[in-house]
Nanobody
């Protein structure tokens, strides 16, 4: 089993920055792909960014390109989401997710991920 724990959310003003962390523990050696999703009030959970541990593989949803950066520390088994130039529309609960093994579909599909964290709340005021 794998456990994912997010942290770093908070209340900020538009234009501010936050860095979210996702610490993975347990049987993490088989994890190949990790992603960040978010769910705003009244909206479906959507893909934000994805990261591949081995080799080059970084993916972003269009609305966050140029503002958000996903990165990882394979020693600490932690994935980060650096969020700059935050906008009110970024307000959501942010979830960390992990895929065990090869992808069987699109990286932005929720059903590709085996493990999920509890979420961390981000609120951006105007």
């Amino acid at each position: 089993q794998v456990q994912l724990v997010e942290s770093g959310g908070g209340l900020v003003q538009a234009g501010d920055s936050l860095r979210l962390s996702c610490a993975a523990s347990g049987r993490t050696s088989s994890l190949y792909f990790m992603g960040w999703f978010r769910q705003a009030p009244g909206k479906e959970r959507e893909f934000v960014a994805g990261f591949t541990w081995n080799g080059i593989g970084t993916y972003y949803e269009d609305s966050v390109k140029g503002r958000f950066t996903i990165s990882g520390d394979n020693v600490k088994t932690t994935v980060y989401l650096q969020m700059n130039s935050l906008k009110p529309e970024d307000t959501a609960v942010y979830y960390c997710a992990a895929r065990d093994g090869l992808l069987r579909g699109n990286y932005y599909s929720r059903n590709q991920y085996h493990y999920w964290g509890q979420g961390t709340q981000v609120i951006v005021s105007s």
